[in-house]
């Protein structure tokens, strides 16, 4: 009979272990269908919200950083549910049951008060002492950003680190972050190992108290059988007599009470280590939750229409700069536009000119709204753009940059760019137009050559023509030539002109130039000079003025002259 019972409940503990652990896989399955739907869903917001923020939010943040903090943010989400689901929900279960166990099964409170003592006074421990090292984690956290803050920014102006053989100081900035990042993570080690030695010191001495009490309890059971006339020996006087006619403890239950309390308190070896994770994930997400909460400084209004394709007011006017006042936060309120006023005639090219600072490219993004006016209006189609969505606005605009970015991918995805829907007939007969064909029917891999990393395999002037495609493709109204061929050489320049004439047919064209050699032909030419302007009308009525312009002109004439002079006598000496 005995032997049946002890295979029948054999089986039962190896069928409940097996159903246990089947248990906890399933769990884990189920918990990372869940994690992963909250990762795609809490990544894609980081990405839409970072998207969404203004282009001054970008500029003043680090890259690193904030692709640190999203990654820490995104990840610490998981962790967060993992800790308190997986392991913390678990624990504070079995602590429970453990303790009624003790309480009712035994009959023995004193045992349960105990370990519940214990328990709270490892948990209260714990949570003090992580406190404590929370200074340590912070400092890490900061280092860590640092380093790959620098890591990044270097990787970033590779070109510049090689112009000037930076790379041993390059290496020993990187390196000076790392170590420090590394000490502070000592000194994390070594609060955790003091932490994990006073907590091995709390079991030891429940467990001491534990089966101190339990030896107690088995000798209150045997005296009471013994005082119950039983001499039997101690097995068949516990079958004898029940507990509750002589409480107490048997010898098997002091096993039990050992095995129990280990049971018990191995989830908690890992308090700390989850504890100190646990804040981290909520100093990590709250970092984020920051981040979420930034709002962008341009916003659509609540009413905001979409860009209509005409000027009901005035069909001859396409853009009005109307007593626009300006300046970035970070400039003093005396610099910046102060009443800046003209107009842009549907499908003319009007060009900004003037010093450095005048507030040439502040127009651009302005009009592009990367920034709302302080004061005045700037009208599209007769509309306030404050008035228009932003995505129509922008929908409408097309633009080549000073420096044009690329995508590290094939050059054909690249110009698609602009047209993402685009077939590859329409592609191609952009990079026609651009006179981009000859060279990419030159390449190796032809279209699907890779451009690199924000486009350093192509040459400036190829760089130039694919944004021109890019742009060409997209088909927009209104045009911005943003200092497009300010960083070319002159045969390059005049090489990419033609295309630019292209791009601007029968478009509202808005050049932004340095060079005024390219700007001759333009129907209206506005010269800025302190944020206002100075003066504006077509090349020659310019330089019959002899403003202004008419000393740009002649400074670059002089200077082009000379450095012609220059460039011939050094040829002549060689």
Known sequence: QNYSDCVRWSIYFCFITFAGAAFKEGQSLVYL???????VQLSELAFSHLHSLSLDWHLRKKLGEVIRSTDRGIAACD?????????????????????????????????????????????????LVTLWRKKFRKAVVKHDNEWHDNFTDSLVNFETVKYFTAEKFELEKFGESVEKFQSRSVDVQASLSMLNISQKLILQTCLAVALSLSALGIKKRIDCCEAMGCDSGLSECCQAFSREECPGMEVGDFVAVLTYTLQLFQ???????????????????????????????VLDAPDAMVLPSSNATDPDIAVEFDDVRFHYPTQPKNKGLKGLSFKMKRGTTTAVVGPTGAGKTT??????????????????????????TQKSLRGAIGVVPQSTSMFNDTIKTNIRYGKRGATDEEV???????????????????????????????????????AIARCLLKDPPFVVLDEATSALDTLTENSIQE???????????????????????ADNIVVLKDGVVHEQGT?????????????????????????????????QMS
């Not at 993004?365 to 228009?388: C, E, H, P, Q, T």
Request: charged share 15%; proline share 2%; aromatic share 12%.
């Open 33 to 39: 269908k869940v994690a992963q739907a909250a990762f």
């Open 79 to 127: 962790t967060l549910m993992k800790y308190l689901f997986l392991w913390l929900a678990p624990a504070l279960v079995e602590c429970f049951v453990v303790c009624i166990i003790f309480a009712t099964y035994f009959h023995y409170v004193p045992l349960a008060v105990t370990v519940f003592y214990f328990v709270f006074v490892y948990i209260v421990w714990t949570i």
């Open 267 to 297: 989830p908690l070896f890992f308090l700390g280590s989850v504890y100190n994770a646990t804040v981290m994930a909520v100093i990590d997400l709250t970092n984020l939750a920051e981040l979420l909460a930034e709002s962008p400084d």
């Open 363 to 388: 127009i651009s993004r302005l009009l592009f709204r990367f920034y709302d006016v302080l004061d005045g209006a700037i009208k599209v189609n007769g509309m306030d753009v404050r008035s228009i």
């Open 428 to 466: 191609e007969q952009a990079a026609a137009d651009a006179q981009l064909t000859g060279f990419i029917n030159s390449l190796d891999d032809g279209w699907e050559t890779m451009v690199g990393d924000r486009g350093l395999k192509l040459s400036g002037g190829e760089n130039q023509r694919t």
């Open 499 to 521: 295309a630019l004439e292209r791009l601007g047919k029968e478009r509202t064209v808005l050049v932004i130039a340095h060079r005024l050699g390219t700007i001759r032909n």
């Open 539 to 571: 090349h020659d009525e310019l330089l019959a003025n002899n403003g202004l312009y008419y000393e740009m002109w002649n400074m670059q004439l002089e200077g082009t002259t000379s450095r012609s002079a220059s460039g011939n006598s050094l040829f």
